[in-house]
Structure formats: structure tokens, C-alpha cells
Nanobody
Framework: VQLQASGGGLVQAGGTLRLSCAASGRTFTNYAIGWFRQAPGKEREFVATISWSGGATYFADSVLGRFTISRDNDKNTVYLQMNSLKPEDTAVYYC????????????????????WGRGTQVTVSS
């Protein structure tokens, strides 16, 4: 699976952005899709994940209630809607694809993902 994240940019605190993750290659519906982010000088952290059907989602506590995740399997695309953005949301955002197994742990662990896209920069100014 080839993944391409897009939609990042510069936004003021309180603003919104919608990131897209477009997939090509292998059967998209085989995969759960996760979003991760990495801020300068920090480790990569989990943001959100969505199951292959879109029926199950899971969010990091830091974004719960502000971010939503959805997917359109006809378009092979996953979306991360980010509302009420904060300066601490500033990071490079990556999407990744993986097939859940018994050790999936809500998709929070980055080593459970097999394919990664290039990131898109999100900058939130105060």
C-alpha cells in the first residue's frame, strides 16, 4: 500500500484543518488506518485510528473530542478532521496502514503498522 498524506498547513489556535490520506496499491479495505504525529524533539505519538470498515475508531486522549476520523473506501481515502486546534498540535502528521491482530491494542502502537506515508506539516500559531 502506498500512502500519501496531505492537507497540512498553518492555522491559528482554535482553527480547523482536514488531513487526507490517499492510498493506492493493495486492497485498501484490508487495512486499518492510523494517524500519528511527531513534533520537533519529541517521539512519534499516536493520534487516531479507524478500522477497515470505519465502524471502529480510537483516539488519543489529547485529541479526543476535537478530532474525528473517517474513511471513504470508494475513494481509498481516510480523513482526519481537526477542530479547536492548539499550538501543541503542531507536528508532522503521518498516516499508516496495518492489519489488526490479537496484539493490535487499539492501533496505538506504531510497530503494528506495515506501511507509512510521507508526513504533512501542521503548524498551529498562538
Amino acid at each position: 500500500v502506498q500512502l500519501q498524506a496531505s492537507g497540512g498547513g498553518l492555522v491559528q489556535a482554535g482553527g480547523t484543518l482536514r488531513l487526507s490520506c490517499a492510498a493506492s496499491g493493495r486492497t485498501f479495505t484490508n487495512y486499518a488506518i492510523g494517524w500519528f504525529r511527531q513534533a520537533p524533539g519529541k517521539e512519534r505519538e499516536f493520534v487516531a485510528t479507524i478500522s477497515w470498515s470505519g465502524g471502529a475508531t480510537y483516539f488519543a486522549d489529547s485529541v479526543l473530542g476535537r478530532f474525528t476520523i473517517s474513511r471513504d473506501n470508494d475513494k481509498n481515502t481516510v480523513y482526519l478532521q481537526m477542530n479547536s486546534l492548539k499550538p501543541e498540535d503542531t507536528a508532522v502528521y503521518y498516516c499508516a496502514a496495518g492489519i489488526p491482530d490479537t496484539t493490535w491494542a487499539n492501533g496505538e502502537l506504531d510497530d503494528k503498522y506495515d506501511y507509512w506515508g510521507r508526513g504533512t506539516q501542521v503548524t498551529v500559531s498562538s
